[in-house]
């Protein structure tokens, strides 16, 4: 596949989506940029929901590629996740089939997995292949995101990366997410690897930073060409002398999902 140049981004008036409008086009990319919501200061952005099938299909032709960010990035009622992230998703993978675009990268979620036990000291890393365990509908969602993205590969050859975020922030803002923070910078790297990689198929990759305290294996990103340069550690003497170290009693903390599997924050609209 010759390397995309024009990407479709979707959800790019959201936090990740501002943040990779910022860096990607230093790796070339020209942006579309799609949201149901107004991106400021992007006057060309187009304003549609993932329910406006027309509207898709007029977004996602002639571009190279699909950068997937738009949904319900917390949990909500099932009826809500069904809507934008489970139909969403849907429409915009038939979007992309009808006019061929050949190669999407999927925000999936460290939710599918969410309820994988969080590694002690001294345990092995999460592999990419631990059993889902969705710890919301939102996880089930991005679940159903990859199984989709599997389905469109198998039957119609269309590849995608799904890349399993950790917490893609400008900073880390809790003692957990030391063990699974990407830095913006690189999530550019990460999304700009799976662009361009060849052959993916669907591949499924976590997305972090190369953290000391790293909870999960990287092997399958590292495959992609991705090459992290950050770690939270910087932020780790702060962070810790404000929350205290993690607690090995404290169901907050006993899964890879954090409080998404005690008390998740609801999505607010
Ligand atoms: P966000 O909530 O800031 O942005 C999501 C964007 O999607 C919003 O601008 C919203 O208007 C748009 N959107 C929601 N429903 C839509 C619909 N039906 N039609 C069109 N647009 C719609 O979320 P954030 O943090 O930017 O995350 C982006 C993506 O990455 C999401 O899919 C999220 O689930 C995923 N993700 C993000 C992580 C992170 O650390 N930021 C971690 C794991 C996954
Ligand atoms: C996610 O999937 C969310 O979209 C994001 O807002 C963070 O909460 C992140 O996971 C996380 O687990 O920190």
Not at 220 to 226: D, I, M, S, V
Not at 254 to 265: I, N, Q
Request: net charge negative.
């Amino acid at each position: 596949m010759p390397a995309p140049r024009t990407v479709l981004l979707t959800g790019a008036a959201g936090g990740l989506g501002t943040l990779m409008r910022g860096l990607l086009p230093a790796y070339g990319y020209e942006l579309r940029l799609f949201d149901a919501v107004p991106v400021e200061g992007e006057p060309d952005a187009i304003t549609a929901d993932l329910g406006d099938r027309a509207a898709l299909r007029e977004a996602v032709r002639g571009v190279d590629a699909i950068m997937h960010l738009a949904g319900i990035s917390l949990e909500a009622s099932f009826d809500k996740i069904l809507r934008a992230n489970i139909e969403g998703t849907y429409n915009l993978y038939e979007a992309a089939r009808e006019e061929g675009v050949r190669r999407v990268v999927f925000a999936s979620s460290n939710h599918v997995v969410g309820y994988t036990p969080r590694p002690l000291p001294g345990d092995p890393l999460i592999p990419i292949d631990a059993p889902r365990r969705p710890d919301t509908f939102y996880g089930l969602s991005k679940s159903f995101g990859e199984d989709l993205a599997q389905l469109y590969w198998d039957r119609h050859g269309m590849e995608t990366v799904s890349v399993r975020i950790g917490s893609c922030f400008p900073e880390p803002t809790s003692v957990r997410m030391l063990s699974v923070w990407m830095s913006p910078e690189d999530g550019a790297r990460l999304f700009h690897a799976a662009l361009t990689a060849e052959d993916v198929g669907h591949t499924v990759v976590h997305g972090s930073s190369d953290n000391t305290r790293l909870w999960w294996d990287l092997t399958t990103a590292r495959a992609l060409g991705y090459e992290p340069k950050d770690d939270s550690e910087p932020y780790a003497a702060r962070l810790v002398a404000e929350q205290g170290e993690l607690d090995p009693d404290n169901p907050d903390h006993a899964h890879l999902g954090g409080h998404f599997c005690t008390h998740p924050p609801i999505w607010p609209r």
